[in-house]
């Protein structure tokens, strides 16, 4: 979450989602083509299904018109993570270290903007990754995006 509304809408609705056994993994306000849309990531332990979806679509939709926290029109997609789940919280890298990831950095560190590796985790701020049978430390701040990748 980048925002300071994506940062409010998270504040609103995650107390609903975790009452509900679920984790709240992302929040995406961005505008494609003429449209805003409102994007809500969650999940739990074996995977979230449409009747999850739909229950906190219904929810954080009457939370939304309650609050009316935006102001222009916009259309709600409540939907999983998928099978490359984005790495946010602090929490995530501990919960899937060993499992194959890839960051992108928002500029080339060590010659790469992209790295692929099994993550050993986040330490001093840092993501560290065994890379190429190598070690490699990504600075959080360098990047721009981290999730699991799919290993093929």
């Not at 409010?8 to 961005?30: A, C, M, R, T, W």
């Amino acid at each position: 979450m980048s925002n300071a509304l994506e940062q409010q809408i998270s504040s609103l609705v995650e107390p609903y989602v975790k009452e509900k056994g679920l984790e709240l993994v992302d929040v995406e306000y961005i505008k494609e083509g003429a449209h805003w849309y409102l994007r809500l990531f969650i999940d739990k332990e074996g995977g979230v299904d449409m009747d999850d979806c739909a229950e906190v679509s219904h929810a954080v939709s009457n939370m939304l018109d309650e609050k009316n926290p935006i102001p222009q029109a916009y259309m709600l997609e409540v939907s999983s993570p998928g099978l490359e789940r984005p790495l946010k919280k602090d929490e995530d890298f501990v919960r899937f270290q060993g499992k194959l990831v890839t960051v992108h950095t928002t500029s080339l560190f060590q010659g790469y903007n992209e790295f692929t590796g099994s993550l050993v985790g986040l330490v001093n701020d840092e993501i560290v990754l065994e890379h190429e049978e190598n070690r490699v430390s990504i600075p959080r701040a360098l990047a721009k995006k981290a999730h699991l990748a799919l290993d093929l």
